[in-house]
């Protein structure tokens, strides 16, 4: 049996949601940063659909540095238009060719093209008001990646490319499930009733004792909106049904809670958050892989978090991706077997060149406020739950590739 390196420990300190202190924040999918991201794991995907559709394997690839550089724009009631538009640089490096060991002929493939396609598509699927063809450059530069990395990657399917952690924690408490869903909302369902609202959604939520403060910055779509009275109601109406939306996920919960949205309004000066596109990349708004959310769609002062980008890296070898998302799954099925107030907190740490399933140290926290007799349980059942994830890595590469799991 291969050593996994796993530590189990309990933790006798209050859990997060038990402090009385937490904030908790989501970049929505119009964001730019969260733009980027998106972008950086489109790529990467159909990267790795193209290799496995030539080659039968993933080959070597990391897009995580796509850029996005804000355009310029002029809004106004009833339709504006974008003066310049917004640049998206796809940046990273690739097997953009084979050479056939037999033969050594050399084999070109189409790594530009089908990065310039999934992006495209990408944007044109998510963002119904920005008109790819003319409101945003795509610009691809995918080079050849450097010989030793390449190399590491080719002797094995699994072994690390880099010598670095992957964090995750698990349950959501009721603050994160509060700003995840109401993104989700606002981007999802409330689309059909209100499109005077854009995509560009901020969620932040400070939660003191039982009072939570959530505040939303919408961009608001100006073809929709024939005047500020009507941006007026737009704004109160999506107040409503966001209020609405976040009392039902509260349901029984003792919070009490208060919601601002678009607070840089000044209806007096004319100040409003107006856009053409309901994206504020078109004007003043620059946007970089991994500046946005942790792969568990939040970003979480109060969580251990990793800095690392997940969006963009290869599914297979990169730890940046593998650990952040595996450490959530674990830390998920984990938070499952024990009680609903404990906190579950996983780090795994690699080393370059040995194998992924083979961490130097997979280290599980599960933090309560109070010492339970079933720690000694819930320690062997993480510890074998932890042990099942690591030595079926495969899973976690196949959820990825198949878009079975956020990344941002």
Known sequence: MANKNIYVEGICEMPVPMRKIELVERKGIGHPDSVADALAEEVSKALCKMYKKE?????????????????????????????DPS??????RATTNITDVKTKDIRCLPCKPTALAAARNYLKKTFPNLDVDSEVVLDARLGQGSDDLRGVYKSSKILANDTSFGVGYAPYSITDRLVLT??????GKMKDILPETGQDVKVMASR??????????????????DDLEHYKSAVEQMYDKVNQHALDIIGDEKINFKLDINTGDDYDKGVIYLTCTGLSQEMGDDGSVGRGNRCNGLITPYRPMSMEATSGKNPITHIGKIYNVMSKLIAEDVAKKVSPEVEVRVRILSQIGKPVSEPLNCNIQLVSATEDKKIGQWKQEAESIAYEWLDNVDKVTDLIINGKVRTF
């Open 87 to 92: 640049y998206i640089l796809l940046v990273g």
């Open 55 to 83: 080659f039968g394997t993933v080959l070597h690839h990391n897009t995580d540095e796509t850029q996005i550089a804000a355009g310029q724009a002029s809004p106004k009631f009833g339709g504006g238009h974008i003066i």
């Open 208 to 225: 003191v004792g039982n009072d939570i403060t959530m505040t939303v910055a919408c961009a608001m779509v100006d073809k929709y909106i």
């Open 182 to 187: 109401t993104e989700e909302y606002i981007n």
